[in-house]
């Protein structure tokens, strides 16, 4: 399976930005897909999840109702709107799938595929 995160760039705060991941090499639509972010010094971090059909996604309370989460299974595509951006936002963003999961939202340790990352730099 391969992650192609893009998107990503130099935004003021209170603007917006939209991440995509393409993926390719398998089925796409039958793994949630996540985005996660490290920014610098710091541990990776969940940001959203969305469930192979589109229909629940689960959000971390630091983004919740400024981020949405969504894909395109024609495509093979996630994307991360992000609005409202501050600068505690700015991080590299990577997105995820895995295999298999016991229960939504899927446990970070079940995303076994990653993308390469984006850099989203939100400035004050």
């Known amino acids: 399976v391969q992650l192609q995160a893009s998107g990503g760039g130099l935004v003021q705060a209170g603007g917006s930005l939209r991440l995509s991941c393409a993926a390719s090499g398998r089925t796409f639509s039958s793994f949630p897909m996540g985005w996660f972010r490290q920014a610098p010094g710091k541990e990776r971090e969940f940001v959203a999840a969305?469930?192979?059909?589109?229909?629940?996604?689960y959000y971390a309370d630091s983004v919740q109702g400024r981020f949405t989460i969504s894909r395109d299974n024609a495509k093979n595509t996630v994307y991360l709107q992000m609005n409202s951006l501050k600068p505690e936002d700015t991080a590299v963003y990577y997105c995820a799938t895995g295999l298999d999961y016991e229960l939504w939202p899927p446990q970070p340790n079940e995303y076994i595929y990653w993308g390469q990352g984006t850099q989203v730099t939100v400035s004050s």
């Open positions: 969305i469930s192979w059909s589109g229909g629940s996604t």
